[in-house]
């Protein structure tokens, strides 16, 4: 056997899918390599030939993974997405994780096919957010002037119980925010996940399972929930991405 052959022998592991059979797909994988699938009963994975070992992940790689992950939401009803990095040692090793979970994978693919995920982030668009608070909040402000006022020497537990009431304003405004948005979108949405803030402007995080055919009505929900907010908000959707944040698959290898 060639040192190229050799090397291939790992199966980068990109997705699960339904229907018996090889299939190959006009997508290219991580290092340009052909997307095919290795079945076992109903199910398919999803696959490109690769080292043995790991992937580092690089933009490169994370953007051929999503591309392939892309092409196959056009191509499939329902697919289960992995995550980055999963590398089989070879054929025999993807039919054997496929016999061990599938009728775990089945029922998950029976739960988004038809779905789309969709994304929606809003943030505040404010210079400062501290100040936002303070402007919005005269419980705040009250606090603020109480403790860095004029000829105050303010102590670090006077700092601290400062912010402590920041955080906990911030945290009941970004929930009655989202929940508003939520009861808009909930009705043209299978599920509505809350996923954590990334930075202190973000307002929400949303994870959508939207039906393909439904898109347009989230589109317009979106517009919507828009309207009930000032100009100190952002809205930014995107999608239709594969429904990662509806998996719930520990795959037994």
Not at 236 to 243: I, Q, R
Request: charged share 25%.
């Amino acid at each position: 056997m060639s040192t190229l052959s050799a090397a291939r022998r790992g199966k980068y592991l990109y997705a699960i899918v339904a229907g018996p059979g090889k299939r190959s797909y006009s997508l290219a994988g991580i290092g340009g390599m052909p997307v095919y699938t290795i079945s076992n009963g109903r199910l398919a994975a999803v696959v490109s030939d690769a080292a043995n070992g790991k992937i580092r992940p690089e933009r490169r790689h994370l953007a051929a993974q999503q591309a392939v992950l892309k092409g196959l939401l056009a191509a499939t009803d329902a697919m289960l997405p992995m995550a980055f990095g999963i590398i089989a040692n070879g054929p025999q090793a993807i039919q054997k994780i496929l016999a061990r979970n599938q009728e775990a994978c089945l029922k998950q693919l029976r739960q988004v096919a038809g779905m789309v995920e969709m994304g929606l982030r809003v943030s505040w668009d404010v210079p400062n957010i501290f100040e936002y608070f303070i402007n919005t909040h005269p419980e705040l402000r009250a606090a603020r002037d109480r403790f860095l006022g004029p000829h105050r020497n303010p102590s670090q537990e006077d700092k601290i119980e400062l912010g402590r009431m920041f955080d906990r304003l911030l945290n009941e405004d970004r929930d009655a925010h989202t929940g508003k948005v939520e009861e808009i979108l909930f009705p043209c949405c299978r599920e509505i996940k809350r996923n954590n803030c990334r930075h202190e402007r973000e307002v929400m995080n949303l994870a959508c399972l939207v039906r393909r055919d439904a898109r347009d009505r989230f589109e317009k929900g979106v517009f919507t929930a828009a309207k009930l907010f000032d100009n100190s908000f952002t809205f930014d959707y995107h999608g239709p991405w594969a429904p990662h944040n509806f998996v719930q698959l520990e795959l037994e290898f």
